[in-house]
């Protein structure tokens, strides 16, 4: 047969080793994934089986979520004034925030006999009150009887007394302190040195005179100064209610039943000397 004439030969070879299927093995791929979702099913709820109640607070703690509101503010006030904080939104224990406001409540009461029995001269200058941040107290200023040399971080008689009284009240207490410095809105003479300045030099001078007094420095977990920011009374910020430093005791909204114990056997003690 000539050359040309030979016959073109097509071969069709077929693959082997899917297992025959129409999808293969992709169905293995799914089975192992669900299979590894209920091992994991499995073993979070044998994880949460074996957990402890404490451990399982401080889980829910960690993944709720809360709005803190400012309370009102304490304009117009005077003399030793207790003041209540704005409704608390918190997606928390209704029980454990109560019980949180009954500490802040009866910490606000001892120290305003406190400073009625120790501080009669400057219970007029001195304002507690609640917040959702904790207890705060307000040392404020008035004509007469300041509490820093005017322009000055220096502390005068008054300010070293107010602030002895209330370390000596709270220094055994278990909770962090915050100390804020505060101005009124008359500019600070001169250049380069403004009322930002001198609130936080009164805010650390403040800071430095309840150390020596006892607390623990540790305790103190920031000073800040907020110059004329935050005055007590925004329609007049040249008062002199305005210049002030101002204490916070921090309570927690949901605090723990070792806070709660610490509260009563430390606190109430040294309150009620």
Same mark, same amino acid.
């Given at each position: 047969?000539?050359? &040309?004439?030979?016959?073109?030969?097509?071969?069709?070879?077929?693959?082997?080793?899917?297992?025959?299927?129409?999808?293969?093995?992709?169905?293995?791929?799914?089975?192992?994934?669900?299979?590894?979702?209920?091992?994991?099913?499995?073993?979070?709820?044998?994880?949460?089986?074996?957990?402890s109640i404490d451990a399982k607070k401080r889980i829910a703690e960690y993944f709720r979520s809360f709005t803190v509101f400012q309370g009102p503010e304490a304009g117009g006030a005077t003399g030793i004034s207790i003041m209540q904080g704005g409704p608390v939104k918190l997606d928390k224990d209704p029980g454990d925030i109560k019980n949180a406001k009954n500490i802040q409540n009866?910490?606000?009461?001892?120290?305003?006999? %406190?400073?009625?029995?120790?501080?009669?001269?400057?219970? #007029?200058?001195?304002?507690?009150?609640?917040?959702? #941040?904790?207890?705060?107290?307000?040392?404020?200023?008035?004509?007469?009887?300041?509490?820093?040399?005017?322009?000055?971080? +220096?502390?005068?008689?008054?300010?070293?007394?107010?602030?002895?009284?209330?370390? #000596?009240?709270?220094?055994?207490?278990? +909770? +962090?302190?915050?100390?804020?410095?505060?101005?009124?809105?008359?500019?600070?003479?001169? &250049?380069?040195?403004? +009322?930002?300045?001198?609130?936080?030099?009164?805010?650390?001078?403040?800071?430095?005179?309840?150390?020596?007094?006892?607390?623990?420095?540790?305790?103190?977990?920031?000073?800040?100064?907020?110059?004329?920011?935050?005055?007590?009374?925004?329609?007049?910020?040249?008062?002199?209610?305005?210049?002030?430093?101002?204490?916070? %005791?921090?309570?927690?909204?949901?605090?723990?039943?070792?806070?709660?114990?610490?509260?009563?056997?430390?606190?109430?003690?040294?309150?009620?000397?």
């Open positions: 047969m000539p050359r &040309e004439e030979q016959p073109i030969i097509i071969k069709k070879i077929k693959k082997a080793g899917h297992g025959g299927g129409h999808h293969g093995g992709a169905w293995k791929v799914a089975y192992a994934d669900f299979v590894t979702a209920m091992m994991a099913l499995f073993l979070v709820l044998w994880l949460v089986a074996v957990m009866k910490l606000v009461a001892e120290i305003g006999k %406190i400073i009625e029995e120790k501080l009669k001269g400057l219970k #007029e200058q001195i304002l507690v009150f609640t917040t959702n #941040e904790g207890v705060r107290i307000e040392l404020t200023e008035k004509t007469g009887t300041p509490l820093f040399e005017t322009g000055k971080n +220096n502390l005068l008689r008054s300010g070293e007394d107010a602030l002895k009284v209330l370390t #000596e009240t709270i220094m055994n207490l278990p +909770n +962090n302190i915050v100390i804020e410095g505060h101005t009124d809105s008359q500019p600070y003479p001169g &250049e380069g040195y403004t +009322n930002w300045e001198l609130a936080a030099d009164r805010a650390n001078a403040a800071r430095r005179a309840i150390i020596k007094y006892g607390l623990d420095p540790k305790r103190i977990k920031r000073v800040a100064s907020f110059a004329d920011a935050l005055p007590i009374k925004p329609d007049d910020p040249y008062d002199g209610i305005n210049r002030r430093i101002s204490i916070l %005791i921090e309570v927690k909204q949901q605090p723990t039943a070792i806070d709660k114990s610490l509260w009563m056997e430390n606190a109430q003690p040294e309150i009620m000397q």
